[in-house]
């Protein structure tokens, strides 16, 4: 007779009859976590109601968000070890020098966005087409795309990302483009967002690579095929 059918609840007893310390404490800190995690996204919902949130997602998104540990004052983006590879990441993805004069008539503030709740506001309400939305993604810092999506990319928005630059892409953006999309491969749940990707998106995704590859550097675009599961 099997353990589990005399009422042994996980697995906590052994073959012997003996009690499974480890597999308890593993339990019960998963218990205590648990626990600990209700409370702090319950408080998190108490206050975006007290606030007054703009909208459902920006309460979702602090929700979701709520686990997360600010920075302390010591730390810096630019000490995490992701930024090994050959072309330049660690900059502005924009270079104000190059910035046309449409796109100077059309630019959306981006100095002051500093987490998700801000990116969501002017990504899904500020910016009213694609073309904004792509000023506004590439003139946003790199590492700055990082701080912001360091926990998590939302589902849905990787997509939202490549269909912008699929339609909006330009050839002399071609490096600052490569720059956002190997930046995104560091971001949290990247591989999750990446797998629920609609064939349209992927579509736009593998056109995004063929330009690259035709604009810039055919030995780095490789890297980012890899890393964005595109066969060669």
């Known amino acids: 007779v099997s353990t589990q059918?005399?009422?042994?609840?996980?697995?906590?007893?052994?073959?012997?009859?003996?009690?499974?310390?480890?597999?308890?404490?593993?339990q019960i800190d998963?218990?205590?976590e648990a626990d600990k995690m209700y409370w702090i996204r319950n408080e998190a919902k108490i206050r975006a109601v007290s606030?007054?949130?703009?909208?459902?997602?920006?309460?979702?998104?602090?929700?979701?968000?709520?686990?997360?540990?600010?920075?302390?004052?010591?730390?810096?983006?630019?000490d995490i070890?992701?930024?090994?590879?050959?072309?330049?990441?660690?900059?502005?993805?924009?270079?104000s020098?190059?910035?046309?004069?449409?796109?100077?008539?059309?630019?959306?503030s981006f100095h002051s966005v500093t987490d998700i709740n801000q990116f969501n506001r002017i990504w899904k309400k500020r910016c009213k087409n694609s073309q904004e939305q792509f000023i506004f993604l590439t003139q946003l810092e790199c590492t700055k795309i990082l701080h912001i999506f360091q926990a998590e990319i939302a589902l849905g928005l990787l997509g939202e990302f490549l269909s912008v630059i699929h339609e909006q892409y330009h050839a002399d953006?071609?490096?600052i483009i490569a720059n956002i999309l190997y930046t995104l491969t560091k971001c949290g749940r990247f591989d999750l967002s990446l797998q629920f990707l609609s064939q349209k998106e992927r579509d736009c995704l593998s056109i995004i690579m063929n330009n690259l590859?035709?604009?810039?550097?055919?030995?780095?675009?490789?890297q980012l095929k890899i890393m964005y599961k595109i066969e060669t």
């Open 97 to 108: 020098s190059q910035t046309s004069s449409r796109e100077r008539s059309t630019e959306i």
């Open 51 to 78: 606030n007054k949130v703009a909208s459902y997602e920006e309460f979702e998104d602090i929700v979701k968000a709520s686990h997360l540990k600010p920075l302390e004052k010591g730390d810096r983006i630019s």
């Open 5 to 26: 059918s005399t009422g042994n609840p996980q697995g906590i007893m052994k073959n012997d009859g003996e009690i499974n310390f480890s597999k308890l404490e593993q």
């Open 173 to 175: 953006k071609s490096e």
């Open 30 to 32: 998963s218990a205590v």
């Open 213 to 222: 590859s035709k604009d810039w550097n055919s030995e780095n675009v490789c």
């Open 81 to 95: 070890k992701v930024f090994k590879q050959p072309w330049n990441i660690n900059s502005r993805s924009g270079d």
